[in-house]
């Protein structure tokens, strides 16, 4: 690598950005990955910038906003760019927007590590851990179907293991019914979208039934043990968010995530005066006026923003470093539509950061998994990555570009629109 | 309706109030409906200032204030007619003359909805749900009763019920028994008022014993599936409340209402510090001074301020606006006084707001609703309005007529003046 | 006076309430008299239920519900009375019936202390001063004009002196122009009541840039010496009442009034962040969530709830109580509306309040004082009752209808609409 | 428009929505207008999604999200469209993705007034005032040159002016010098976008002297009639913001804007504990937890936020509504990069809002006015609407064509990228 440092000058490494690319990978398209080239022989790196809802978007951006501003500018400056592109079109704290420069920030810390010949973890202090535990993701329509789940892991050595019980996982969904049986409104003031009765309605009431009781039974079966958690997906209204997390107590969840929506995070002073579950929150967080109060009344107790939804390592380090100063732990937001890209960015930040609480487990395909060369591996809950410079991923864009499926891909995608019995929505 | 654009100006509806007028109606005469009438032939519009205990004094007052004060004015003027007659007379935040400017702002929505053609949901934003959910009325002196009464409603498809028991529905009443016995002053002592020999006295340790055996009873025979609510009438010293809460815990109410008086709300913040027992209030604020704290800190989990008392629609809408940024929903205030204008008014507001969350059931005669073309219709716990402009409610001035007893409005009526066992007076 | 004591019992006064009118007289109509009559000969009180804007509403009220609530009353029992009067219609916390109250609660007294010979600031304690200081009101719509008037006070011994320019006092309204010219709104656009143009706007920056300097040329002219005080009738925007508070600091008021308006006294803690300027309010206070936080805080230094709009000598005497314990000084509003009852329930609070600040003077005329032999006088900047059993005033009833002209009082009465250039509402 | 009642049965307008468009103009391509239309022959409505810098980005959203969520449902479900958009793609509160939703809102207004044949300040509750003020933006390289720019604004009848000196309005560039003089680095160490040299480094202290020096000459020269604004344009360190609040008191703004950053709003704290300077914020919030603390702690006076950035009409009357509770005003953004229509979606806010404050003027060339068919007109200091139903203004799709300019459009756009002497990046 070519640098030159002038006599009692300041060195900049001679890595200039070239060129900034957008890959579009996965059958259904919701995978972006950046790739930045650089005017260094082979020296190139590449970060996750996917959005399973927008992906389009995201790629309209890094081709007007993100690679007109890049192009040119010296791979070495980090953090000036990352504060640059920030406010480069004025507003900031943006879902597509923190996901664009989370998928450039990413890609330098690649090429940066590459430059060093050094894994990024190291570039961040290294490893305060043998390997990065992560939690499980088990599911049933049934109590017997999710306590047979939960044993799978079990047997499988995991230890840390999400629960969640038929439809979005809270098992607060009313039958199916007729229009005008059962609490439900008359077929003649039905229309779609305010029809529930075919997909059944959410409760909050049957929610915050089923959730306790289902923990109980898994209690029953499994004892102490396993160390669960749950997440309720923003669908209970902020005083039902309270009740639950006080009823979850006996249970001695790990964590219970999302039980606020972003809007509503203030009712964690309610949560924290009455109960003790801990809280876990942040993969719908984007803007710092949003988490550095929560963390700052230490109202969570794991942060799990994602790290792309950030804006990528610079910006993930810095939080991690907030929560440490308030005993807040990190618990990076993976889940299933993430991408390897994004998994191994959160690895390096969980190798080393000393208040690294646990990770989610991601879900890939064989087939997904050809596409990124020195992907990570979770074996019996663990993850680990490899010790090659940088991330240590690679993206084969031939395999990434045979996966993809452009008549999936031009789908347009959306979250499920839950609806209580009335027919209102329930903002997730 | 005459309407003309003025080239480059600014130019108005024509619609001009010509005439604001009171009509008391039901036997007792305690509903009053305010008509405005305009200088468009047949445009017209009805709006509720209904107060049970002072209906004369509303009437008073829409004579000597209100009318002089909108006559000649443009109808489309909502906003500025609500404030310029709000501190028309200095004071504001009133019981009374709340209720006479709720009158005229409904009727001024009724007629924009005329002129639009459209219903009022639908200037206030098009609805939310596909009809209304509303809470029924269940009461028995015996759990026996109650428990029947329970049925009755849940066979009828209602999903939300109010369970009270014995006088004014707490069962907090002691036998009567003789002056001097069993904890009573002794004859010689007692003097009307004070005497609560007759009627028995209210002793806020029965009501906490009563309430929540109530409920044990009530969830042992239907379970957690119904929605139960329970209203305390501000009948408890505020520590008592704090307690009657957090024994109501374990019974999962939908909420109890008012289990402060508006005198002593700050108590919600110790309620709020020990359980999760869901809070409803508000039926008797007038002031933005009582409610806008609660809301802020969250403190109350269902806004049910009357309609006509918030003022009308205007300072609804805006207070429902409120409550969505901090996660409060509303359950507009309705039972056994309130008039079908009212009801209406509110049904439109739930329609609307997205965070609505249930609404009171009213108790109406078929030949009250005679008085009432185009009245809601309750059905199964849902109410319906109707599509037609405005409100979609006339008033038949004949069968106002007709339905009106002179005699019986000139009783004068007072809430019922409950009293300890020491003859003080328990404030409702 | 007839009473008899049960042996070992407790004794009841014999008197009984038999009689509830509403006496209503000044040549306007605005002043209304609650006469309350017993069945002991002779043996009446009486007090002020006075509203300027509706008075007919106030008698419709003490006709159809104060007088069936307390006839056959004891006249003993006024704490009783009170609060179960208060409660009687549910909705409280009003200012017609506050008002109303007041009238009865004041006219209880009055028989209080004619059954015990004493006038009534005997019975609430005695007295702590000689005299009440009352503080005078001057104005102008020149500088000029206002030292000449201020001088004539000071001639005249009065030490407390109100200061007002112009016109509602603060001279911030602009000079009427031609619509179109100058910031204002053209022809096009303008329809009563947004026409500006005749009366002259409102600006908020002008007042406070006027208001700073009239008491530049008042202290330059006077010295410190006299105490002023300045009345803002609410006219400002929150942050301007701000700044006016902070420009008023170098001139040394005694106090400013009602710089903001009950809905935004939160303002107040930004006043005491900035600035020293002492602050009274309270005159449309009617509610303790209004004034009890204010208090509590010590937000305000003088509270100046009208005697009558807080419910009568029951209640004011409680909030004296309160301000005593958080420093905080009466100054009972008083003013152009109040009548000479009023002014003598004030009076005999102050002589008995430790905490008592400064009270407002009024202003009757020769015709207006006829109507009530025992009225106060002032003298030199202070009042002074006499020592008559009760408050020490009675009503002519002849001379009360002789005085009330029924063209006049069926005239509709509303507060001054102010407006802003733009044409929109300036809420006082 | 069809539409029928089933008899005692729920019905609806019968207006589908059959496409979303985009339609790109201004020469630079950076407005962008959501078209609607629906099956009812003519029945459209328009919206502003502009965004100066991503304008590539907000087309490609609303292909890809908006249309495919909106197409076939009703017009009149405006408030659940609103809220089912925003959480369809999970994460919300977007800069990008409000503003794609905004324009929908703002066009589903804009039928609706077609639909009742009303202009959209109707529906809002009709207007508060005759017509709006807007605020000016004069500037000049030096003093000399502002007061000529001010000066000519007055002598046109307007009373708002915003004065700015110098590149980026505050005059607080030093001027470019060469590397390594004067408190620079030394050549060696300039790399771009380190090099200050070109363009002028900013510096905090050479800002906080120029401002209050420039307030100074203009009060000098014209006296405290005139009403000004200043933007800080986010520019300042935080304390230096609070130092400059407090230098700027003695020249009593109108209001300052942007004087802290979104990330640093809580210094507004300390700003009101030493001063009274009002404070203008809000163009970058696009997130509630941004705004509704400052709001209910009272620290700004004038909310600003960008009509399009909050999410159209439905959020910003909500966020209205808030402030009259807060005793804050709103201030809307437009300046130079917003379009005709959201100007107008703002001025209808403006009419039907009782604490609406000021409007900032914009910027339109003939050609580009011409684009928009019925848009408002600025005449001295105050705009007009008119009052054609909806938002009153059409888009000519031909003239928008024409006044495109691809080869401009295809340009990417960033912020001005403003440094300190050492090379630092200045947050705007």
């Given at each position: 690598?070519?640098t ?19 890959i ?15 005017n ?55 879902s597509?927007?923190?996901t ?33 535990p ?8 049934t ?74 039974a ?39 995530e ?100 646990i ?22 809950g ?41 027919g ?5």
């Open positions: 690598m070519d030159a440092i002038a006599p009692g000058g300041i060195l900049h490494g001679m890595a200039t950005i070239t060129r900034v690319r957008a579009r990978t996965r059958a259904d398209g919701t995978w972006v990955i950046v790739k930045i080239e650089t260094q022989p082979g020296l190139y790196g590449i970060g996750s910038a996917s959005d399973h809802y927008r992906a389009g978007v995201v790629v309209a951006a890094i081709n007007e906003v993100l690679a007109p501003k890049l192009v040119g500018r010296d791979t070495a400056d980090i953090e000036d760019i990352w504060q640059s592109t920030l406010t480069s079109g004025y507003w900031r704290q943006d597509v927007m923190g664009v420069i989370a998928g450039a920030d990413m890609a330098l810390w690649d090429i940066l590590g590459k430059e060093a010949g050094l894994p990024v973890y190291r570039l961040l202090g290294g490893r305060c851990r043998a390997a990065v992560v939690y499980a993701h088990a599911a049933g329509n109590i017997e179907e999710l306590i047979a789940d939960v044993q799978h892991y079990i047997d499988d050595g995991w230890v840390y293991i999400r629960c969640q019980l038929g439809a979005y996982g809270g098992g607060g969904f009313l039958e199916p019914a007729s229009p005008g049986e059962g609490g439900r409104p008359r077929a003649s003031a039905l229309r779609a979208p305010f029809d529930t009765t075919k997909r059944g309605a959410f409760d909050d009431e049957a929610y915050l039934q089923n959730v306790p009781e289902m923990f109980g898994l209690r029953q079966h499994f004892g102490y043990g396993p160390k669960f958690t749950h997440d309720v997906h923003e669908h209970l209204r902020p005083h039902q968010a309270v009740a639950l997390a006080q009823a979850l107590e006996p249970h001695r969840l790990f964590f219970v999302d039980i606020l929506p972003p809007e509503h995070v203030a009712y964690y002073r309610h949560i924290k005066q009455v109960c003790t579950t801990p809280q876990a929150m942040g993969e719908l967080f984007i803007n710092s006026a949003e988490y550095l109060p929560l963390i700052q009344e230490r109202l969570i107790d794991y942060m799990r923003i994602r790290v792309s939804k950030a804006g990528g390592i610079t910006p993930a380090r810095k939080i991690a470093n907030l929560c440490e100063f308030y005993g807040v732990h990190t618990a990076w937001q993976e889940g299933g539509d993430n991408d390897p890209v994004n998994q191994l960015a959160a690895y390096h930040l969980d190798l080393a950061s000393w208040n690294f609480g990770q989610e487990e991601n879900h890939f395909t064989d087939g997904e998994l050809a596409v990124f060369p020195g992907h990570a591996v979770t074996e019996r663990y993850m680990y990555g490899n010790e090659a410079p940088g991330l240590g991923v690679d993206i084969d864009e031939t395999a990434a570009a045979n996966l993809f499926d452009a008549t999936r891909a031009a789908q347009p995608r959306f979250m499920a629109e839950d609806r209580r019995a009335d209102s929505l329930v903002r997730p």
